[in-house]
């Protein structure tokens, strides 16, 4: 008996001194990261060919993991931005074993850039969309599309015409009225302003010179520091500045216009506000406090959706993806598993 005490207290010992067993390796993580079968690897980078009445063009894409359940098609901002700033997402996403995929839609930094502003119209982007998922393989099994911002606009518009392709939709940071979102501009974010910096602003429009340094200089920190990006301009990451030094401003006026409050573009009409019961896939809306995006009727948005929910960022404004992380990615997470 007694041998057999020492023999455990030596077995326990000897336990206590080996090394600590490492984590289990997290399921499917080698599938992940497992390249497409393909004769040359490209690093995820496929250049897709677009058929417009205009033409043929080339976008790029670039696909980050994978998963046949969840492959997430980012739609960027501007219009005229890059894929850029959602650079973040390489951060959260790839540990919960999720598929995304940067996309740089015509006409922005690696696609092609033509100079035709007949393309730049709502519609034709819609099937632009839709080109780049077929060519992909993306089906209602595994297809979520994020759009932000303008890419909202796209996102939604996208739902309502080809929605049996879709497993989910998340709507961050834009509201589905152009109008509206005029009215949130003028009635609440530019009475946030020091009265005198708003009249030169004003002033500066009115002239529409919007080309003058002191435009930006009054906007920076009276508007892009409060409502864009939610931080000093001195703290904003380098994807964010990357993309906005690559806006193609051709585009951008066209469809935004050149002011940042409101839209005065050929966007400026687009409303889908009543739609918004049509779409019934699950959808997420992400809104935050500081957004140059009303939250409130961010919120309502996600009411009207059959299978609608929404996600509040306290602490960010319009890039909430970079300064509310806290909040942004784990309720998209969420979403993704759920």
């Known amino acids: 008996m007694r041998s057999l005490l020492l023999f455990a ?75 850029e700033y959602f650079e973040a997402f390489e951060s959260f996403l790839p540990q919960e074993g999720i598929e995304f995929i940067y996309y740089d839609q015509l006409g922005s930094a690696y696609a092609d850039q033509p100079t035709d502003t007949s393309l730049w119209v709502l519609p ?26 303008w890419g909202g606009i796209l996102a939604m518009q996208y739902a309502l015409q080809y929605q049996d392709h879709l497993k989910g939709l998340i709507i961050s940071n834009m509201m589905a009225s152009c109008p509206k979102y005029g009215e949130y501009a003028e009635q609440v974010l530019s009475k946030q302003m020091d009265p005198a910096v708003l009249a030169e602003i004003q002033a500066l429009e009115a002239k529409g010179d919007f080309a003058n340094p002191r435009y930006m200089a009054l906007l920076m920190p009276n508007f892009y520091e409060k409502h864009i990006l939610y931080r000093p301009t001195a703290e904003w990451p380098d994807a964010v500045n990357r993309t906005f030094a690559k806006l193609n401003q051709q585009v951008y006026v066209q469809m935004q216009g050149p002011s940042e409050f409101g839209i005065a573009g050929n966007l400026e009409k687009w409303d889908v506000s009543a739609e918004l019961p049509k779409i019934k896939v699950p959808t997420l809306v992400i809104g935050a406090t500081h957004d140059t995006m009303d939250p409130a009727y961010m919120q309502w948005m996600s009411t009207q959706l059959p299978n609608g929910r929404f996600l509040l960022c306290p602490d960010g404004g319009h890039m909430c993806m970079w300064d509310d992380q806290a909040h942004y990615f784990p309720g998209l997470v969420a979403f993704l598993r759920e």
């Open 9 to 83: 207290g030596l077995s326990l010992l000897l336990a206590a001194c080996k090394p600590p067993t490492p984590p289990p390796v997290q399921p499917g993580l080698a599938e992940y990261f497992q390249p497409q079968p393909a004769a040359m690897q490209t690093g995820g980078v496929t250049m897709i060919p677009i058929h417009t009445p205009r033409g043929d063009f080339r976008v790029w894409t670039k696909r980050f993991g994978n998963n046949p359940k969840i492959k997430v098609l980012l739609l960027h901002g501007g219009p005229g931005c890059t894929h």
């Open 124 to 149: 034709r982007f819609v099937e632009e969309v839709e080109q780049v998922r077929v060519a992909l393989g993306l089906d209602r099994d595994n297809f979520y599309l994020l759009g932000h911002s």
